[in-house]
């Protein structure tokens, strides 16, 4: 059974500061891992991808990937309230063959202004 | 504009009556998708389907039907086999098939039975 493991939250950071979510995952084999964002009745957007170890950056938001400890992260630099929602880790196989996406269950997080 | 349509948007059910949900996109993906989630909780995959005239069952496919007759739509019937169909229902597609990463998502159907 995959499984994705996240904190339910609420995470709470003030205006300006850094948001730091993190995501477990029980398959050692996954490949692929992205981050959603869901706004409150809304659906989920995808905000980051990450394939290989290390760090990827998009304007505030930071991904991290250690498949060693099979943990994915992911920052948000310069917190703003807009950025209050909440996040979905989602894992896939990925490599040759069919897979198909597995969600954690979110994290809240709330930037208060 | 681009994009993925589900309709209706709110729907009210009788417990032992079918509803289907209507899902289009004319983004020209391959790959579809059904989830279901609940209050609190990740998505749940329920159907999905890489080609036109194909498909697969997800994780929870008990008490849901499906088709792929055109490349743009893939509607979800809810069945009256669905113990508990309550829940906020998103079709998604992807524009690579084989890989499930990169999901478009349309705004979901929020489905009630009363």
């Known amino acids: 059974q995959k499984e994705v493991e996240q904190n339910s939250g609420p995470l709470s950071v003030p205006e300006g500061a850094i948001a730091s979510l993190n995501c477990t995952y029980s398959?050692?084999?996954?490949?692929?891992f992205f981050w959603y964002r869901q706004y409150s009745g809304k659906s989920p957007e995808l905000i980051m991808s990450i394939y290989s170890n290390g760090d990827k950056e998009d304007g505030r938001f930071t991904a991290q990937l250690n498949k060693a400890s099979q943990y994915v992260s992911l920052l948000i630099r310069d917190s703003q309230p807009s950025d209050s929602a909440t996040y979905l880790c989602a894992v896939s196989l990925g490599g040759s063959g069919y897979s198909t996406l597995t969600f954690g269950k979110g994290t809240m997080l709330l930037v208060s202004p | 504009d681009g994009g993925i349509t589900q309709s209706p948007k709110y729907l009210f059910r009788k417990e032992g009556q079918n509803v289907t949900l209507s899902c289009e996109q004319n983004l020209n993906h391959d790959a579809m998708y059904w989830y279901r989630q609940d209050p609190g909780q990740g998505l749940r995959l329920i159907y999905y389907?890489?080609?036109?005239?194909?498909?697969q069952k997800g994780d929870i496919a008990e008490g849901y039907s499906v088709s792929r007759e055109k490349k743009e739509s893939f509607p979800l019937t809810v069945t009256s086999a669905q113990k508990n169909p309550t829940a906020f229902y998103l079709c998604?597609?992807?524009?690579?098939?084989?890989?499930?990463?990169?999901?478009?998502f349309g705004e979901g159907s929020r489905l009630t039975v009363l």
């Open positions: 398959d050692r084999g996954s490949q692929s």
């Open positions: 998604a597609s992807s524009s690579r098939q084989g890989f499930a990463g990169e999901l478009f």
């Open positions: 389907s890489q080609i036109v005239n194909d498909f």
